[in-house]
């Protein structure tokens, strides 16, 4: 992210100018490599398990298809469900996943070059009506697939811990205060975010 990101966000708030400060320079960086069909399907396949875990059955699935390094849509479509499930998927991520690929194929899930021509709203709108795809998978895909730096997940987890330790709350902040909060911060509330990840880091 740019040095004009981190000069606005020091400027309108002292706290964040303070977590900045001890967290260091910005790392975030978009995965230029993967295209939204593979983001999505990645994330899926991680939806509440652990990483370790997380990359074990990734790495079963992906070797489902030797020669690849990633399946094809099509390649998804046509592999049975028990196949899939092999490797560890559950049977509503193996329907996820075949839907993300239908979906591809179908042209609702863009391209990466498709993308850069969408609003964050239009993707939005678009992917949610994917099967287990909602707004927090999206916004991690604009974050870190497609690099859009105005994104403020609200919902997660991470960054309602971290806003609280850098803010000395007792309680998690509710999604609707950190939405009024986060106003300050636009246009780069992507980078806000990341920083407030790392606040748990730190509190570790």
């Known amino acids: 992210m740019t040095p004009e990101a981190l000069a606005h966000l020091r400027r309108s ?39 370790t875990a997380a990359e074990t059955i990734f790495g079963r699935m992906i070797a489902l298809f030797p020669g690849r390094k990633f399946p094809t849509p099509e390649d998804l479509i046509a592999t049975t469900d028990e196949k899939l499930r092999s490797a560890g998927l559950s049977r509503a991520k193996t329907a996820a996943i075949k839907d993300i690929a239908a979906k591809t194929i179908e042209g609702i899930v863009p391209t990466r070059r498709a993308a850069h021509k969408l609003s964050d709203a239009e993707i939005l709108e678009r992917l949610t009506v ?75």
């Open 13 to 51: 708030d002292k706290v964040l100018a303070r977590l900045i400060r001890r967290v260091g320079p910005c790392m975030l960086k978009p995965n230029t490599t993967r295209n939204p069909f593979q983001a999505l399907v990645r994330s899926v396949t991680f939806q509440q398990l652990n990483g």
């Open 130 to 204: 994917i099967r287990g795809v909602g707004p927090w998978t999206v916004e991690m895909l604009l974050i870190f697939t497609l690099g859009r730096e105005d994104v403020w997940p609200v919902t997660d987890f991470g960054i309602r811990k971290g806003f609280a330790i850098a803010y000395g709350l007792k309680e998690l902040p509710h999604p609707k205060e950190l939405i009024a909060h986060g106003e300050r911060w636009r246009p780069h509330r992507s980078t806000a975010a990341w920083y407030f990840w790392r606040a748990t880091d730190l509190a570790d």
